[in-house]
């Protein structure tokens, strides 16, 4: 909103106010930006087969850094405010027609307030010692993106999927789960077989 006054010369100028305005609306683009990555990254379409595996290797953990701050669980365990249970993985194909892995995992809310596991928790997938990428799979008799978006309230469990594209379809993947935003290097892992 503009607002005229009068200069003791007695000519009119123009006060501006929109600093506030300004940057509230440069916040709000970011958001913007930053929900249409969330969108693109998490959708997708394609049929393909399907297999799956639920047992984790025994005896395959292990942490990046071994401090008094650093704990690794097999296939379940708290982080922060949270718990995860890595529940099997499913090899499928991204739209591409690319080999893609589909890990399946229960998120438990145990903070003060609704959550979602996409904001919560980092998911990082490994296979012959590289990171896989993010893959995107429309078939939704196989892959569901949008659960890890649903917000829980506290004390409730879902069910979610993250998919990620194989470097090959025989080699064992290694899952890595941490929380989001964390001072310390917990994590739960698992090692699942893919034959």
Not at 30 to 35: C, Q
Not at 40 to 46: A, E, L, T
Not at 109 to 124: G, K, T, Y
Request: hydrophobic fraction near 35%; charged fraction near 20%.
């Amino acid at each position: 909103m503009n607002e005229q006054w009068s200069t003791p010369g007695g000519a009119r100028q123009q006060k501006k106010r929109g600093g506030c305005l300004k940057y509230g609306l440069i916040g709000l683009v970011v958001v913007l930006v930053l929900l249409i990555i969330v969108v693109i990254v998490g959708g997708g379409n394609d049929d393909g087969d399907s297999s799956s595996s639920s047992a984790p290797l025994a005896g395959t953990a292990s942490s990046a850094s071994e401090t008094e701050e650093s704990t690794t669980t097999v296939g379940e365990g708290a982080l922060g405010d949270y718990y995860i249970k890595l529940t099997g993985v499913t090899v499928a194909e991204d739209y591409d027609g690319n080999p893609a892995l589909i890990v399946n995992y229960d998120f438990t809310n145990n903070s003060d307030e609704a959550a979602n596991a996409m904001w919560s928790l980092n998911i990082d997938v490994f296979q012959n010692g590289l990171e896989l990428e993010t893959a995107v799979i429309a078939d939704s008799s196989v892959y569901d993106s949008g659960q890890s978006m649903r917000d829980i309230q506290t004390g409730a469990t879902l069910s979610c999927q993250d998919a990620f594209v194989l470097e090959d379809t025989t080699s064992p993947v290694e899952i890595h789960v941490s929380e989001l935003i964390s001072f310390d290097d917990t994590e739960v892992t698992a090692t699942y077989n893919l034959e």
